[in-house]
């Protein structure tokens, strides 16, 4: 019996653009398709309080989203890519967003722009203020400050394309939408008589482990 | 303008035995309000609007106040004569008694013909429990039908003869009224990086509580 021959070793990048010089361009699927849908990243149409007016600020013409192929806000859940929660997510507003993240198809990133949006910020403490979105549906990039600056929507959406196309088709490390027992649907939680019904999505969320030991 | 006592009196001139005290304010706003019963309170506030020399035309700021049960101690000193001719003895005796509680509704009035202001009305509710119903002004200033509706929503007075009266904040079915004092609001998980007190038990007893899931294992960054 023989051994069987190791694996050919990839093409390293270097050896790409060697051929590159001699007008040869060698890419694969994955490559193409990842590039192609990190320069589209369509948002939807959809703001919640003021980190909306930094949104939309870097939607016009000094900070220029469509630098980055994301100019094209869509007003429906239906063709938009991106959900940018831009702002407080009150207790009674929270369904609303759930729902629409329901109804964005795959594949989808979301964005928690804000303190609020990330953990209810300075309302943290109130009875009607959802402490941080990502309770009820899956965070790809959390954006710090109140409100963060226009550049900082931007530098989460080019960590958005770096994501993105870092992304591999197949396999465990495919992302949800390539995977047949992912869920793309999150539970909406329900108004109840003191509280949302259920206050958090277990399979998304849990109570993180803080920097004081516990039960001290 | 008038002061609240002269106020005062042309009510009670133009409706007599209407209930009608003045609220002095001891601080150095020295704004007073007129208490107003509710049986009579509309009429009040009519009269208000249409006098000519009063025109109070616009209602600008509606809320609420929650006065819970408080217990007052009261000291009085009882001097008992000394039978042997000495000088009395004074003992102090002290009376503890519970003033029910109420919830108040505030309505701060201005007039735009005559530009002066304000008038600030009180209307108080006989309980904070089962007597919770006052007259709705909605009928005499427009402007007060969504504040109106926010006191009701978030203190849980029911205005009679409002024209809508639904819950404007918080969701229907919501069963509390969040901006009393005895609110106990809902158990959420507040994240705090370090934790102490009342916040690092809180969340011991959620993490204690939750499941081994996914995210359990995964400090947030």
């Known amino acids: 019996m023989t051994e069987p021959a190791p694996p050919s070793p990839p093409v ?38 003021c980190c909306a007016i930094e949104m939309i600020a870097a939607s016009m013409a000094r900070f220029d989203i469509a630098r980055f192929g994301s100019e094209v806000f869509r007003p429906s859940p239906r063709q938009a890519d991106l959900l940018i929660v831009s702002g407080t997510v009150t207790k009674k507003m929270a369904p609303q967003v759930v729902r629409l993240w329901n109804q964005m198809p795959e594949p989808k990133y979301c964005f928690a722009m804000g303190a609020c949006a990330i953990s ?37 959406l080019i960590t958005l394309q770096e994501k993105i196309r870092g992304q591999s088709l197949s396999g ?45 | 303008m008038e002061t609240p006592e002269e106020i005062r009196d042309r009510v009670l001139a133009r409706l007599p035995g209407a209930a009608v005290a003045v609220v002095a304010n001891p601080g150095p706003a020295a704004q007073h309000s007129l208490l107003l019963g509710p049986a ?18 616009y209602c600008s700021n509606v809320t609420g106040v929650d006065w819970p049960d408080k217990e007052v101690v009261e000291t009085t000193k009882v001097s008992t004569p000394d039978p042997a001719g000495g000088p009395p003895r004074v003992t102090e005796a002290k009376t503890r008694r519970i003033q029910p509680g109420c919830l108040e509704v505030v309505y701060h009035l201005y007039s735009m013909a005559l530009k002066h202001g304000p ?23 427009r402007s ?17 003869g409002h024209p809508d009266l639904r819950r404007i904040l918080m969701w229907d079915g919501f069963a509390d009224h969040p901006m009393r004092r005895d609110y106990v609001e809902p158990d959420d998980y507040e994240w705090e990086p370090t934790p102490h007190g009342d916040v690092l038990a809180k969340a011991t007893r959620h993490r204690a509580a939750a499941p081994a899931g996914p995210g359990a294992t995964e400090a947030r960054p």
Request: some cysteine; hydrophobic content about 40%; charged content about 25%.
């Open chain 2, 119 to 141: 008038v600030v009305l009180r209307l108080r509710t006989a309980n904070r429990s089962d007597q919770v119903e006052l007259p709705s002004l909605t009928p005499v200033w």
């Open chain 1, 120 to 156: 209810g910020g300075p309302f943290k403490q109130g009875y009607n203020v959802l402490k941080g979105i990502d309770r009820y549906i899956p965070v790809d990039i959390y954006i710090p400050g109140c409100p963060p600056r226009p550049e900082a929507l931007l530098h989460a």
């Open chain 1, 12 to 49: 390293t990048d270097d050896e790409r653009a060697e051929l590159r010089r001699h007008g040869i361009l060698l890419t694969s699927i994955e490559e193409l398709y990842n590039w192609g849908r990190s320069n589209s990243v369509w948002p939807l149409q959809f703001g919640l309080a």
């Open chain 2, 40 to 57: 009579d309170a509309r009429a009040v506030a009519a009269f208000l609007r249409d006098d000519p020399s009063l025109r109070l035309d």
């Open chain 2, 144 to 160: 007060c039908e969504f504040q109106e509706r926010e006191v009701f929503d978030l203190f849980g007075v029911v205005f009679s």
């Open chain 1, 172 to 216: 465990r490390a495919a992302p949800r939408f390539l995977q047949p027992d992912a869920a793309c649907a999150y539970p909406v939680p329900e108004f109840g008589a003191h509280d949302l019904e259920p206050p958090r999505n277990p399979e998304v969320w849990q109570p993180p482990a803080t920097a004081r030991k516990e039960g001290a």
